[in-house]
């Protein structure tokens, strides 16, 4: 229950005990009809506080619910965003396989034609 309820609730029941009091005191009837006052009194008050108490309770209930979605859909998303990043993390090692591999095959094909050259120049001053 909020502060705030729980300070209705203490207002309610305060306020009903003084006027009790003060209907007592006041009251020119005899003991047997402010008994049935106060009787009924109470009872109302009973009833008031019951309802503000469920009212709380219902409050309360509802902003656990609306949390515990709230919290769901979070863990929902979080999980959706990593499965997210796992795809692009292994996106990019492939791409970086593959350039690397293209690299490694374009530095081979550039050495074997210095190679040629070379062989090529060599035959070239031998003749």
């Known amino acids: 229950m909020t502060e705030k309820n729980g300070d209705l609730l203490k207002g309610l029941f305060i306020g009903g005990l003084i006027g009790m009091a003060l209907g007592i005191l006041f009251a020119p009837k005899s003991g047997k009809e402010t008994r049935e006052d106060l009787s009924r009194t109470a009872n109302e008050m009973l009833a008031k506080a019951k309802e503000e108490y469920e009212k709380a309770a ?12 709230h919290l769901k859909d979070f863990n929902e ?6 499965s ?15 350039s690397l591999q293209n690299n490694k095959s374009r530095f ?3 050495i074997d034609a210095g190679l040629e050259a070379y062989k090529e120049e060599s035959s070239k001053e031998k003749i």
């Open 84 to 98: 997210e990043m796992g795809s692009k993390v292994g996106e990019l090692a492939a791409q970086s396989v593959d």
């Open 58 to 69: 219902e409050k309360s209930r509802l902003a656990y619910e609306s949390s515990l979605k």
């Open 108 to 110: 081979k094909k550039a």
């Open 77 to 82: 998303s979080a999980k959706e965003k990593a």
